[in-house]
């Protein structure tokens, strides 16, 4: 091999090195500050009822949604904690840990899958991308007509629940302004425990599109945190239902009758 080859070579892998280095450096982490959990208290996320059902058509397509509010509470002992940090306020990669509160008043955590995504549309703040799932099928079958993932959820404390559990705070502890700006480089968003963060029917993604479903039954069920990323002390409670009946007024608009809802 030549002198100038081997330059050449040495070269090209001294490049791909400092690339590859850069890359490690780029990558979001939170290092050694991260103990892990030992018995640490967990949050309990619980998909309220569903509320506030319309039928709404677009004047420019025609296409029909169903819109709705849906509430995800945190009815555990422990607070939904979760910090995300990314290398700059351009990178699109973010590491989220989960905190948690161990008996002895030490503090541990847990890196999850998660991702976070901008919220335009008003929102203007970081979501936890993949915060519920609505599914909506005909009544009595299993068959999903609609499976929509909405797009992420900015967990604040909204609304304390009434009647709050035994040790839920009295004020809030997470305000909406936790879940940053768009140059944020590091934030905490969170649910105190007795607490909900309600999203009302007229914001982004609180809706299904029901184009050419015809006048009928049919069930709703919302999941809060589908993906299974959040620790909790009961996963089995994260579903909600209601059935709809699905009709057509004589002035020929839709509309949407609850018939059916199921118990916490």
Request: aromatic fraction near 10%; include cysteine; glycine fraction near 10%.
């Amino acid at each position: 091999m030549s002198v100038r080859l081997r330059l050449l070579v040495l070269l090209f892998v001294v490049g791909w090195a400092v690339i590859l280095a850069a890359i490690v450096v780029q990558q979001p982490s939170f290092g050694e500050d991260v103990a892990a959990p030992n018995a640490p208290i967990l949050p309990d996320l619980v998909t309220s009822p569903l509320s506030d059902f319309l039928i709404g058509t677009d004047e420019l397509t025609g296409d029909e949604a169903l819109r709705f509010t849906a509430t995800i509470a945190n009815v555990g002992d422990g607070t939904l904690r979760l910090e995300a940090r990314r290398s700059n306020g351009s990178d699109p990669r973010w590491a989220v840990v989960q905190w948690f509160d161990e008996p002895d008043d030490s503090r541990s955590g847990a890196r999850i899958d998660a991702n976070l995504v901008f919220g335009g549309h008003g929102h203007e703040h970081w979501h936890v991308r993949f915060g519920a799932a609505y599914r909506l099928s005909r009544a009595g079958t299993t068959d999903d007509l609609v499976d929509q993932t909405k797009a992420g959820y900015c967990f604040f404390d909204q609304v304390r629940l009434d009647p709050a559990p035994d040790g839920a705070p009295s004020d809030s502890t997470f305000a909406t302004g936790s879940c940053g700006d768009q140059g944020s480089i590091s934030i905490m968003m969170g649910l105190s425990p007795g607490w909900s963060d309600p999203y009302q029917w007229y914001l982004e993604d609180q809706s299904v599109d029901i184009s050419g479903m015809p006048d009928g039954r049919y069930r709703l069920l919302a999941v809060a945190d589908p993906d299974g990323w959040i620790q909790e002390s009961d996963e089995t409670n994260n579903e909600t239902w209601v059935d709809l009946e699905f009709g057509t007024n004589p002035d020929g608009l839709r509309t949407v009758t609850v018939v059916g809802i199921s118990t916490p």
